[in-house]
């Protein structure tokens, strides 16, 4: 029998570390604008767009685009069930707060591990690709590079959210000047019409063309849905947004509409104007800009992509720190890794959480994650399937009556939702399966040996009291 939770609208007053004024609480103090500019920047389009659209070009060719198209309409569903449950739980708990009420703590642990797994090793990776962008002007070592970014998110996530908020936001501006430059000279010098974006060819050995095949475009879609997949941060900042019930919905899909423009229509651009399809292939966006214009525009370029991962660093880097602080506050540890974890700061920003992300993070810059992509799009696509699998349950009894943005075509979004990403893990390489498969059964056992048998006082997820509007 699923080992369900208290009523989501039930104050829980064992909920963390207590100081004299109650349970440690996240401070307000974002609105919807300094929420999106956040979500945004986790999204970080340029750094997607330079740093994962390039292995697609590979694989996919000139699929790359449909496959991102798809991809971003099947986000489309996994927002709405992200805004559903974002409002009628907002908790910084992210989606493990919001599956474990409605499906149970189990479900809710182990969409909790998947979701930690995605957003603790995608940041140190993406941050070594800063050293490829500053190589214009100084050569570093990936590794050191991407140790140095993960540092100064760290120092950058010990700020109040506000000062962060402004300070992402700038970065993003220069992000999205990188990415429309790139896209205004892509369709300008196009040497090909649209009819090559469904054409599915990619530059073969030895100078052949071959064709991609819809299986393979379905096994893309793993990773396509991690192209935008940044879009679930306004879940996790619902405790520290204004006026969650109204603001969540819309920094989501709001979220999700700006980013697929912005990653997008470069990449259709860049399809259009690659000189020959092994070029495509290839992959080198910097220098194709640089082909298309010049050396000083393909040097601009390359240096907003590095301020784009520098920017990711510091949000993701927020994002992970208020999920162990949640986890922490909900007593997912022994008691003093949870006092540690739920610790506030001067600015109000769990600073030993941030720590406990940003450190492993620069360490992990000097391991090698070859598997990281694979791993990373069937953590992304387990976890959404998990969340539609909660979006599912969402309007069954109390909550049927919570008070929260619906989305519409309930329940059929959800289940086709949920039908579509059980086939796409079906498609995925059977060494990412396993590989995602043993951490997660490492969790299973975690959960079995020590979180169940103390369900009364580890693990109780609960939601703010101040967050019930």
């Known amino acids: 029998m699923t080992d369900t939770l208290r009523p989501a609208e039930t104050p829980v007053l064992d909920a963390g570390p207590l100081t004299s004024d109650g349970p440690q609480k996240l401070k307000r103090s974002i609105g919807i604008v300094g929420g999106t500019l956040l979500t945004l920047s986790c999204v970080t389009p340029a750094s997607t767009l330079f740093v994962v659209v390039p292995d697609l070009f590979g694989s996919l060719g000139t699929a790359t685009a449909l496959t991102i198209a798809i991809g971003s309409l099947l986000c489309i569903a996994v927002a709405f069930c992200y805004s559903e449950l974002g409002t009628l739980i907002p908790s910084a708990g992210g989606e493990y707060a919001m599956v474990s009420t409605m499906a149970g703590r189990l479900a809710g642990w ?200 520098i920017n990711a660093g510091i949000v993701m880097v927020i994002q992970n720190s208020r999920v162990l602080f949640a986890s922490a506050r909900d007593k997912a540890w022994p008691e003093p890794v949870n006092h540690g974890l739920a610790k506030l700061g001067r600015f109000g920003s769990p600073w030993v959480a941030t720590l406990a992300v940003g450190v492993p993070g620069a360490l992990l810059c000097f391991v090698n994650l070859d598997t990281l992509y694979g791993v990373t799009g069937v953590s992304v696509t387990g976890m959404y399937l998990l969340v539609a699998v909660a979006a599912l349950l969402a309007r069954r009894g109390s909550h049927a009556h919570t008070p929260a943005w619906r989305m519409p075509l309930w329940p059929a979004m959800p289940v086709l939702l949920i039908v579509v990403l059980a086939y796409i893990l079906s498609q995925q390489e059977t060494g990412y399966l396993l590989w995602t498969g043993g951490i997660t059964a490492v969790a299973t056992l975690y959960w079995a040996f020590y979180l169940r048998p103390r369900r009364d006082t580890r693990w109780l997820v609960s939601i703010p009291e101040d967050t019930q509007e």
């Open 110 to 309: 182990l969409v909790f591990v998947l979701s930690l797994l995605v957003v603790m090793i995608v940041p140190p990776v993406i941050a070594m690709g800063t050293a490829d962008y500053l190589a214009p002007i100084v050569h570093l070592d990936p590794a050191v590079a991407g140790a140095g970014v993960m540092l100064l998110a760290t120092l950058a996530g010990l700020l109040d959210l506000r000062a962060n908020a402004w300070i992402t936001g700038v970065f993003l501006v220069l992000e999205v000047i990188a990415a429309a430059v790139v896209a205004v000279l892509g369709f300008a010098h196009s040497e090909r019409g649209a009819g090559s974006l469904v054409s599915m060819q990619v530059a073969g050995s030895g100078g052949h063309t071959d064709t991609v095949t819809g299986m393979l475009v379905v096994s893309g879609l793993a990773i396509a849905l991690f192209v935008t997949q940044g879009f679930s941060t306004a879940v996790y900042l619902s405790e520290e947004l204004e006026n969650p019930r109204r603001n969540v919905a819309r920094t989501v899909l709001a979220t999700l509409a700006i980013s697929t423009v912005i990653i997008l229509v470069p990449v259709v651009a860049i399809t259009m104007g690659a000189s020959d399809l092994s070029t495509l292939t290839g992959g080198d966006i910097s220098s194709m800009v640089t082909a298309w214009s010049n050396s000083a525009v393909g040097t601009f370029v390359s240096l907003c992509v590095a301020l784009a991962i």
